[in-house]
């Protein structure tokens, strides 16, 4: 059972252009979500995060959307660069766990941005 | 700082034996998780270490166990190797185990190979 998923495995966008992710979630126990990077070889890297009292959280050229309704978030990168070529994974988790950092992925998007 | 160290970067094995992976957290962390990510996937919570016990667990089976020393390192055995344990196994530190609102730092990983 996916509890987060990207549906989209891979996403090409040009320089300078929106680059849109996107990620749904069914466990409503979750209300903490968090955006990680990842380059090949590398281990994955803290983008953002959103709590789900709030609806918009931005950090510079990266903004994530919370539609709590919708069990929906996303990830805004404008501009994009070609260093944004990555993979992204969402990430979600009940706040206060009592049990650990549990963080439920999804699968990935593959994001390329192009000259 | 230093960031999250693991070794092996790489092995290989066959079916039935046992492998240790090595995991040093970041300087001021206390809380070291482990995940599974196979190929095509996103990590999967293995379990978390905080104050040298195992402080939560996801769905793995008991033969994947591990440790954290009093330096807040780590160590995931994994015993009795299927085929299906083939995959990248991450460690990552944080500091704090309660809450899921931590950022975790992730290792580069250990990509294990069952023949």
């Known amino acids: 059972d996916q509890q987060v998923k990207q549906n989209s495995p891979s996403l090409s966008v040009q320089e300078g252009r929106i680059s849109i992710l996107n990620c749904d979630y069914t466990?409503?126990?979750?209300?903490?979500f968090l955006w990680y990077k990842k380059y090949p070889a590398e281990g994955p890297t803290f983008l953002i995060s959103i709590s789900s009292i709030k609806d918009k959280n931005e950090d510079g050229r990266f903004t994530v959307f919370l539609n709590k309704s919708a069990k929906h978030l996303s990830l805004h990168i404008v501009p994009s660069q070609p260093g944004d070529s990555a993979v992204y994974f969402c990430?979600?988790?009940?706040?206060?766990?009592?049990?650990?950092?549990?963080?439920?992925f999804g699968t990935g998007t593959q994001l390329k941005v192009e000259l | 700082e230093t960031g999250v160290t693991q070794s092996p970067t790489h092995l290989i094995k066959t079916r039935g034996q046992q492998v240790t992976l090595r995991c040093s957290s970041q300087?001021?962390?206390?809380?070291v998780s482990w995940y599974q990510q196979a190929l095509g996937q996103g990590p999967q919570f293995i379990f978390q270490y905080y104050r040298e016990e195992e402080n939560g667990r996801g769905n793995f089976p008991p033969r994947f166990s591990g440790l954290q020393f009093p330096n807040y390192s780590s160590e995931l055995n994994v015993n009795a190797l299927e085929l299906d344990d083939s995959a990248l196994y991450l460690c990552?530190?944080?500091?704090?185990?309660?809450?899921?609102?931590?950022?975790?730092?992730f290792g580069a990983g250990s990509r294990l190979t069952v023949l």
């Open positions: 466990n409503s126990m979750f209300d903490y």
């Open positions: 990552a530190s944080s500091l704090g185990a309660s809450s899921g609102a931590n950022v975790l730092t």
């Open positions: 300087s001021g962390h206390n809380t």
């Open positions: 990430a979600a988790s009940p706040i206060l766990t009592g049990g650990g950092n549990k963080l439920t």
